[in-house]
């Protein structure tokens, strides 16, 4: 089995996965600015198992983003060896991964993502069945605490299994997305497991990154919302972490880095992916002067062309 985990250099800076935002443009861009790692979107086992063309069409990638791990998520065991075989096969990616932290209703109320925490021996078939269906290293994602079930229980539960690494994201079911990291139970893991743990939880800036490393001593970090407003947080932090320093992004190199991740997008789906950009041009202005105006305009821009005379504007 190739295991990119294993060669990958520490600390490990990962885009964490995000539904409707960790697309190939995006992956391209944050690789570009330099993340170690990229994610997909959670992605359907079952759907995946049953050679579902859409969701495998969610997951195409160009070879920049390499190393890139597809995540699957689901509830019944049985659909994740033909999904991970289907994936392996068809999408060729570095990894796979399980999403056993979501929330989302949707998610959850089926048995899927953070319900997995609760169901620690439904987990252990979902990995097994997974590392049946491909040689590629899987990994997993998981939260603080779910209930009563804390990160460091839930992996003592699975640590026979030849998981490649684990995500931690910070936080508890019930705090959601906002809230205190619990830094301790991150740091807990890390001392029961010999495989990459990534530290996830509300890293905005090269600062937070750091303290979160200092805290937990994970062996890397998983960037999701920072990354939409600052793909170049992935390379600010590792300047901060080698130097203590980093260059912050004048309203100049964001209008530059948005155009090389519109060209990114064009490049790889068309017109479709101006259309795509627009939510990312979004996050890149937030705040700006005149943002509500720029707003009105970023949402209809249907060309290369567009993007740059609103660009312009600003
Ligand atoms: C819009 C959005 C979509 C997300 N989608 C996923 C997903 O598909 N799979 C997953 O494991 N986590 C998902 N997450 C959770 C993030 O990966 C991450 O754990 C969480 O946002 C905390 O990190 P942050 O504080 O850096 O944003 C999502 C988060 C957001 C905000």
Redesign the pocket.
Known sequence: MKNFWKKIKKPILAL??????TTSSFRQICKYHGADVVYS??ASATALSFQGKRTLELLEFERSEQPFVV?LFGNDPKYFSSAAEFVSEKIRPDGIDI?M??PAKKVFSSGSGAALMNKPEVAREIIKETLRGTNLPVSI?IRAKVGKMTAYKFIKKLNDLPIAAIMV?GRSLKQG?AGEINYEQIKKVMNLVDIPVLA????NSPEDARRMLQRTGADGI?????ALTKPWLFSQTKEFLKTGEYQEFELEEIKKASLVHAEMAYKSMGKHGIIQMRKYLLWYFRGFENAKEIRKELVQVESMGDIKRVLKGI
């Not at 964490?16 to 935002?21: K, V």
């Not at 998983?222 to 920072?226: D, E, F, Q, W």
């Open positions: 964490a996965p995000m539904a409707g935002y979107e959670l995540q999403n932290g979501c994602k994201h997305f996830n939880g509300g890293i998983g960037i999701a919302r920072g």
